[in-house]
């Protein structure tokens, strides 16, 4: 094997070890799902390098992220690894995966609207279909969910609570 085609598969195996990581606050999603991860690269000494972006710069779960991946890496075989926050360009949610939006709404939780506009900005938000029985009519009951990127939804045709991800 060649120094080039090891590195290569270096690379891959950190993708797939970064790639299981899940998120500490919904474990359901990665943090590819989430679209956390921003960047995985390798330098030629071999050590991995990945760039994380928090989906708000006060997110208090970004350390524990953190040692996740350093924790999956060296798992998997990677003796030095650096973990690198970024905070530009800033996290959206338009940069969650598809399969991550259809994990939420399994587990319970409305995912965020697809292609967010500016009108979130100023709170003119629509109102997120319940995870659990698809209707529209719903009521936000709280500004905050269970964590401070979700806001608590009550189902007015099942009558159930839920969160939903907030539109960023």
Same mark, same amino acid.
């Given at each position: 094997?060649?120094?080039?085609?090891?590195?290569?598969?270096?690379?891959?195996?950190?993708?797939?070890?970064?790639?299981?990581?899940?998120?500490?606050?919904?474990?359901?999603?990665?943090?590819?799902?989430?679209?956390?991860?921003?960047?995985?690269?390798?330098? /030629?000494? &071999? *050590?991995?390098?990945?760039?994380?972006?928090?989906?708000?710069?006060?997110?208090? #779960?970004?350390?524990?992220? %953190? +040692?996740?991946?350093?924790?999956?890496?060296?798992?998997?075989?990677?003796?030095?690894?650096?973990?690198?926050?970024?905070?530009?360009?800033?996290?959206?949610?338009?940069?969650?995966? /598809?399969? &991550? *939006?259809?994990?939420?709404?399994?587990?319970?939780?409305?995912?965020?609207?697809? #292609?967010?506009?500016?009108? %979130? +900005?100023?709170?003119?938000?629509?109102?997120?279909?319940?995870?659990?029985?698809?209707?529209?009519?719903?009521?936000?009951?709280?500004?905050?969910?269970?964590?401070?990127?979700?806001?608590?939804?009550?189902?007015?045709?099942?009558?159930?609570?839920?969160?939903?991800?907030?539109?960023?």
């Amino acid at each position: 094997m060649t120094a080039a085609s090891a590195l290569s598969f270096d690379l891959a195996r950190a993708r797939v070890a970064v790639g299981a990581v899940t998120d500490p606050e919904i474990p359901v999603l990665t943090l590819d799902d989430l679209g956390v991860i921003r960047d995985i690269r390798q330098d /030629e000494a &071999g *050590r991995i390098e990945v760039t994380i972006t928090p989906t708000y710069s006060g997110c208090p #779960a970004m350390a524990a992220m %953190a +040692l996740d991946l350093e924790t999956a890496l060296l798992t998997a075989g990677f003796k030095e690894a650096r973990i690198r926050t970024t905070l530009s360009p800033a996290w959206t949610t338009d940069w969650m995966s /598809e399969n &991550g *939006r259809e994990k939420l709404r399994a587990y319970g939780i409305a995912p965020p609207e697809r #292609a967010t506009t500016r009108r %979130a +900005l100023f709170g003119e938000e629509t109102k997120p279909a319940c995870p659990h029985c698809g209707s529209g009519k719903t009521a936000k009951v709280s500004e905050f969910g269970s964590t401070a990127c979700k806001s608590l939804w009550r189902c007015e045709a099942c009558l159930e609570p839920f969160d939903a991800f907030k539109c960023i």
